[in-house]
């Protein structure tokens, strides 16, 4: 007999990121995986970016939406770090209220301005907010995402106010010294780093190496600013008339989901656009506008539910800056469920109606801020 230690292959095991089956030690044979829900494992601790005591400071501008920061807004924070030297601490301001820790950004320092969410249209309250809070920090450089939401109208009005010639905005590429701004849709032009930066979407990997120190500090008082225009609120949109690039999360059925109607049950329940992949266009269940994947459109959804989807390499290209994907396949050897934060195993039809099902329970029973949209 050989003294090669042998591994029994059908031992309890968990999937890796990368889709490798991870033998879990200690567990005994026999339990096997247990199908259902399958995650991702815990991540390591990171270090802290600096121990230093911050002598200058970057800051970060963003408004949260729920809550939450979309990686657009993450995107700008971790800017603020990557380009920060030791003694240059990290503030982030967020307007808006946060439910997330965003110290794994690089976030120091933590200002949340909970009123000044993005709901409501208070220019003038947010500039004088923010200067408030460049007279007292002096930040060396400030970082916000270009976008249509807020920030690109509130790093505008900023700029404007300063008179700044030292200012950048569609920033796409970024280091210590420059910045590269697209400029007439497709060309390049480079410029020593301003002072304001705008980003463009995508210039930034958030998946930093460290965290911050993440201390919350209290907001500034607002008092006695008034807006010149008056409020009328948001007009909700349905999902289906939104265009799937644009939208934020997505149902999408590939040739596993045979009853459309159930899938767009699912998603005006979830309040979700509707999506497909090339072979569910194929058959005619769902128009050509609708195909994500190569050849089909670039989706960048915060949520994406893969319902009988494989995971075709095609189909993946379409859904690469997806936030979360969730997955729905009876086949958990498929290529999906390597992609997914979360595959559920079993059949789409099944799981569709169950979740419709309870979804409109919790609604019915006032568990609504559970499950809103
Ligand atoms: C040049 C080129 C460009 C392409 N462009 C695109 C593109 O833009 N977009 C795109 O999507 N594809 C594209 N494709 C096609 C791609 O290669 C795949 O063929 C396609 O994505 C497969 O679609 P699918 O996953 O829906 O179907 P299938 O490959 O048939 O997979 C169906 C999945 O559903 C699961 N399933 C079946 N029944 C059930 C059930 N009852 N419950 C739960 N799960 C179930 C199966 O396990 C399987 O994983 C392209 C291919 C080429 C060559």
Redesign the pocket.
């Known amino acids: 007999m050989s003294g090669v230690k042998r591994v029994d292959p059908r031992r309890p095991y968990r999937l890796s990121p990368s889709g490798l089956r991870r033998i879990v030690l200690g567990e005994s044979a026999g339990v096997g995986l247990q199908f259902g829900a399958i995650s991702r494992p815990h991540e390591k601790v990171k270090p802290r970016r600096t121990g230093e005591p911050a002598k200058r400071w970057h800051m970060a501008i963003a408004h949260s939406n729920r809550g939450r920061l979309d990686d657009h807004a993450r995107e700008a924070i971790a800017a603020a770090a990557i380009i920060a030297t030791p003694e240059t601490g990290v503030i982030a301001v967020i307007l808006g209220e946060l439910h997330e820790d965003i110290a794994a950004l690089g976030a120091d320092r933590i200002i949340v301005i909970p009123e000044l969410d993005a709901a409501r249209f208070q220019p003038r309250r947010e500039v004088v907010a923010v200067q408030m809070l460049l007279d007292e920090y002096r930040p060396e450089h400030v970082f916000m995402p270009d976008n249509m939401l807020g920030d690109g109208d509130l790093g505008r009005r900023l700029i404007a106010k300063h008179e700044s010639s030292q200012a950048a905005t569609q920033v796409v590429e970024l280091n210590r010294r420059h910045v590269s701004v697209r400029w007439n849709g497709t060309a390049l032009a480079n410029a020593a780093l301003p002072r304001f930066l705008l980003l463009a979407p995508g210039t930034v990997d958030i998946d930093l190496p460290y965290v911050g120190a993440g201390e919350k500090t209290q907001p500034p008082q607002i008092l006695g600013v008034s807006e010149v225009g008056r409020d009328l609120g948001h007009e909700p949109t349905e999902m289906s008339d939104i265009a799937l690039e644009e939208a934020d999360f997505i149902v999408s059925a ?3 989901v ?1 009853n459309v109607e159930t899938i767009d049950t699912l998603a005006r329940t979830l309040g979700a656009a509707v999506g497909a ?4 266009v194929d058959e005619g269940k769902f128009p050509r506008d609708k ?6 459109k670039t989706v960048s959804a915060t949520t994406y539910f893969a ?9 993946l ?2 859904i690469k800056s997806c936030r979360h994907v969730i997955a ?4 958990a050897g ?1 290529p ?1 469920v390597k992609r997914a934060d979360l595959t559920v195993i ?4 099944e799981l569709m109606q169950a979740l419709i099902t309870r979804v409109e329970q919790a609604r019915s029973q006032g568990e609504a801020g559970e499950v809103e949209r």
Do not use: Y
């Open positions: 590939g040739n596993g045979h992949s090339r072979v569910a195909q994500i994947g190569a050849s089909g319902i009988g989807i494989s995971g075709a390499v095609q189909h290209q379409g729905i396949n009876r086949d498929a999906i079993g059949d789409a039809e």
